[in-house]
């Protein structure tokens, strides 16, 4: 760290470019773990419907578990009632040596195995969530809440194994929310996206930052929500991060605290954005899409939640997302809660073949350190699929375009890497001809998996594939066609 490269600036800042080997890994595993993961506990339900039926109290009432210590806040929320019938008057507190007698029984190397296994190629474990709480040994002292970290040091020790395994490691850090600096209830959104404290956190935050990276060199800053300094600061830190790890990525989460956001913290204010939300909400149907993080001077790729594109995005981007609704382990999820392998799987291509990423959360127990095993079925049939066809996903680079369909109304996503182009075929298709319309591509084809021949012919304006064996019960087979260069593109 002692050339310094990067200035703290947006000029220099933005002569990083996004590293091959981010654009190249495709999949990653988000995990979130720590005192909120010892109740599990959140009511069923979407996000987005909460804060379509519920959004004067949508932030009490969500389904992410993680949010539990300001949930019961609110006597009257289900989450308060779990509590006083499980744990009576107990404090939040009181979750911290639960969380650390429950890690006699984890085992990073046995976490970084299977995410292997599953086919990710990066891993970002939350370091701190919004209830404060560290998953490492920190040096920086919270001064509202004595002893608010783990003396056993979680996120090197994973850190260390998934890195053995070759793995990519991250860090996520929640800037914008801590409520052991601001204990203010958060009740709708406006209220949980403006409390950043201020005082003595912005310091604090940035400090613990710069340990992080100082100790554990992160692949990928993530940061949450927005940043509790001004935008000078964080260029200071943006550039000791980039000086520290080149090849690392930032996210775009960290608009930085200026005078409008500190307006913003005014409760009339706060009521008025209220109802603006609320009308927007009721008009436009797609509340992730809608609810997009501001512009930033700086960021290497977006991380929309949930969130679909119907084109290809010219700037890197990561969808995010949990296997059931909640982040945080949530207890109440059920095998019929969590999404489904094959919607978790076509998100996934769907995201590939339009220059992004996916990064898939999995909530382990927070009593035993474990992670349940309805994600673990899921995360090895990305495993199962990915060994046989991951030259079709990793490395590769969005075609010319994105999109086709069958004849017969199948959708098809395509991704192309040198001259050759891959055909995925997005569900279970039947027979062993496919026509693909208003799409011909001149080359030899086969299928991915067993390498068996495909006869191409046109048709019009169409492709006609022809198998050598029936489809029948293959999930997303995957064409491979090496294309001709002067004739890679569609007609």
Known sequence: MNNKIYQPTKESL???????????????????????????FAPLGSFAETLKTDYDKSMLVYPYAEGYWNAIKDPNTPSAHYHKAKYGNMPYQGFRQMFLDGLNEWDPSAWAKT????????????????????LWPTG??????????????????????????????????????????????????????????GGDYPAYADAQVRELIERYHPDILWNDI???????????????????????????????????????????????MDFMIKQMIKKNPDIHAALVQPAIPHSDFATPEYTKYKDIKANKWE????????????????????????????????????NGNLLLNVGPRGED??????????????????????NAVYGTRPWI???????????????????????????KPSGSTIKV??????????????????????????????????????????VLIQSLPSNSGAD
Request: include cysteine; hydrophobic fraction near 35%.
């Open 401 to 427: 375009q994105a999109e086709a369909f069958t004849e017969n109304g199948e959708a098809i996503r395509f991704t192309k890497k040198d001259n050759n182009v891959y055909l995925m075929i997005l569900g």
């Open 319 to 354: 969808m995010t997302r949990g296997i059931g609704s909640s982040f945080g382990y949530n207890r109440n999820e059920r095998h019929e809660d969590y999404a489904s392998f094959e919607t978790l799987f076509l998100d996934f291509i769907d995201a590939v073949s339009k």
């Open 14 to 40: 933005n002569t990083h470019t996004v590293p091959e080997w981010f654009e190249d890994a495709k999949f990653g595993v988000f995990i979130h773990w720590g005192l909120y993961s010892v109740p599990g």
């Open 226 to 272: 927005c940043w509790p300094t001004n935008q000078d600061t964080l260029f200071r830190l943006f550039a000791y991060y980039y000086d520290a790890v080149p090849d690392g990525v930032v996210n775009d989460r960290w608009k930085h605290t200026n005078l409008g956001s500190k307006f913003m913290g005014l409760k009339p204010v706060r009521t008025i």
């Open 140 to 197: 920086v002292k919270n001064p509202h809440e004595q002893n608010w970290f783990s003396e056993r040091d979680l996120i090197g020790e994973l850190a260390e194994s998934v890195r053995r395994e070759g793995i990519r490691f991250g860090i996520y850090y929640s800037g914008g929310i801590d409520w052991t600096f601001q204990r203010r209830i958060s009740r709708t959104l406006v209220d949980y996206s403006f409390s950043t404290p």
């Open 369 to 390: 350190a474990q992670i349940p095993a309805e994600q673990l079925s899921r995360l090895s049939k990305f495993g199962d699929w990915l060994k046989q066809n991951g």
């Open 437 to 478: 319309k208003e799409v011909y591509i001149d080359g030899k084809a086969c299928l991915l998996s067993d390498g068996s021949p495909i006869n191409i012919e046109r048709d019009g304006n169409d492709m006609v594939l022809t198998f050598v064996r029936q489809l029948n019960d293959v999930f997303v087979p995957v």
């Open 115 to 134: 995410f292997s296994d599953a086919g990710a190629k990066y891993v970002v474990i939350v370091s701190k969530h919004h209830d404060g709480f560290c």
